[in-house]
């Protein structure tokens, strides 16, 4: 079973809206990433977020995007104005030892 | 600094053998595999480390030739439930650690 639960597991949204995604740590992580993948592609980093702090980002990831830990607990992922190119599954993942595991998903489409 | 991964697509009968290629432009400080069927996550295989390091899990195996910069992931005795999508991801020398560049996939199917 994941270490991590996302809400929600889909989400329908229009263009121009906002979307927040959310990622549940069971256990105490710190280190956390935001990856996302087009049906049928690559899996793509966004952002990596460690100690409750941007640590690094993609090209993708532009002032559209913005990550936060707003309670210490959850761990969210905002997109502010969505475009259809947004449309994608977008997984969090935490840091094991070396390893990173991937949570459930939250599939986006915008229509 | 995204790797590359060959082939695109393999099919299998149940019992048969397969090898799965990831090599990357740049140098390598882990490589990580992982497997993803339709509609799910990734899930982790396992991760190499060292050069010339080995793993293996159940029959799956992988081994990494950090001089070549490759890594090679091995199924044999292939089962039905080894059929997904084998995606193999970097951490690269030089790029924040934790950070994964992850290849374009190795489509597996397996037939009885």
């Known amino acids: 079973e994941p270490e991590v639960t996302q809400t929600p597991s889909h989400q329908v949204t229009q263009m121009g809206q906002e979307v927040i995604l959310r990622c549940v740590p069971i256990?105490?992580?710190?280190?956390f990433y935001w990856y996302r993948q087009i049906l049928g592609q690559k899996v793509e980093f966004l952002v990596s977020?460690?100690?409750?702090?941007?640590?690094?980002k993609s090209e993708i990831f532009d002032d559209q995007f913005s990550v936060e830990r707003p309670d210490g607990s959850n761990f969210t992922l905002k997109i502010r104005s969505t475009k259809l190119e947004d449309s994608a599954m977008y997984f969090c993942?935490?840091?094991?030892?070396?390893?990173?595991?991937f949570g459930p998903g939250t599939r986006l489409t915008v229509l | 600094q995204q790797p590359v991964q060959s082939p695109q697509a393999v099919i299998l009968r149940e019992g048969e053998d397969a090898v799965i290629n990831c090599s990357s432009s740049k140098a390598l400080y882990s490589v990580h595999w992982y497997r993803q069927k339709h509609g799910e996550a990734p899930v982790f295989l396992m991760i190499?480390?060292?050069?010339?390091e080995q793993k293996g899990h159940e029959k799956i195996s992988a081994s990494f030739n950090e001089k070549k910069q490759q890594s090679s992931l091995y199924l044999t005795a292939s089962q039905l439930s080894y059929s997904g999508t084998y995606f193999c991801g970097t951490e690269t020398r030089g790029s924040t650690l934790g950070r994964l560049y992850f290849g374009r996939g190795t489509q597996l199917t397996v037939w009885p």
């Open positions: 993942a935490y840091q094991g030892y070396n390893e990173q595991f």
């Open positions: 190499l480390l060292k050069g010339g």
């Open positions: 977020f460690y100690n409750n702090e941007i640590s690094e």
């Open positions: 256990s105490n992580h710190l280190y």
